[in-house]
T-cell receptor, first 111, second 113 residues
Framework: AQRVTQPEKLLSVFKGAPVELKCNYS??????LFWYVQYSRQRLQLLLR??SRESIKGFTADLNKGETSFHLKKPFAQEEDSAMYYC?????????????FGTGTRLKVLA | KAGVTQTPRYLIKTRGQQVTLSCSPI?????VSWYQQTPGQGLQFLFE???????NKGNFPGRFSGRQFSNSRSEMNVSTLELGDSALYLC????????????FGEGSRLTVL
């Protein structure tokens, strides 16, 4: 079955602490992996994608095909990182690509 | 560049009624997809349209339908509303290519009484 699993509904960390939001996926094929973020009163937006291998706002995510994981990490959490984070994959064949989202993890960074 | 626009932003309906939601994608984007967002279920895929054709469909009952017009604007319709249909309905537009970024609207919040 094709699915994206985010095991934590809520993750609370203190400011300055490392943060890791977990994401595991199940997909037969080679999907593209993404993290989307929704800050309070803002639209859902792309944070980063595995193919670009870049760091956005201090966040990185490494695709581990062996463990089928795409965990999001940041070494030092900031209060402005508090948001809802969704892991997603895009996969399919030409003309049938679709996105599958996880259920999301709410990150709360405490002062 | 104007973003994705959804109308109406808020609406209240009663059980048994029907509702139509509208989405105007970013200019040049040919793919429009719809999602239902609820606190318990997260983002659930409804369907995607590309160049006026439904390309993908999620696991929702037939009461949920959609269409896309030649200018890429899309509408989704929910008939015979149920209390459980109360949710934020998000529209996203993209180029439609594999791995393409989704650009989301602010959503239409539907409350069914």
């Amino acid at each position: 079955a094709q699915r994206v699993t985010q095991p934590e509904k809520l993750l609370s960390v203190f400011k300055g602490a490392p943060v890791e939001l977990k994401c595991n996926y199940s997909y037969s094929g080679s999907p593209e992996l993404f993290w989307y973020v929704q800050y309070s009163r803002q639209r859902l937006q792309l944070l980063l994608r595995h193919i670009s291998r870049e760091s956005i706002k201090g966040f990185t995510a490494d695709l581990n095909k062996g463990e089928t994981s795409f965990h999001l990490k940041k070494p030092f959490a900031q209060e402005e990182d508090s948001a809802m984070y969704y892991c997603a994959l895009s996969g399919g064949t030409s003309g049938t690509y679709k996105y599958i989202f996880g259920t999301g993890t709410r990150l709360k960074v405490l002062a | 560049k104007a973003g994705v626009t959804q109308t109406p932003r808020y609406l209240i309906k009663t059980r048994g009624q029907q509702v139509t939601l509208s989405c105007s994608p970013i200019s040049g984007h040919r793919s429009v997809s719809w999602y239902q967002q609820t606190p318990g279920q997260g983002l659930q895929f409804l369907f995607e349209y590309f160049s006026e054709t439904q390309r993908n469909k999620g696991n929702f009952p037939g009461r949920f339908s959609g269409r896309q017009f030649s200018n890429s604007r899309s509408e989704m319709n929910v008939s015979t509303l149920e209390l459980g249909d109360s949710a934020l309905y998000l529209c996203a537009s993209s180029s439609g290519d594999h791995g393409g970024e989704l650009f989301f609207g602010e959503g239409s919040r539907l409350t069914v009484l």
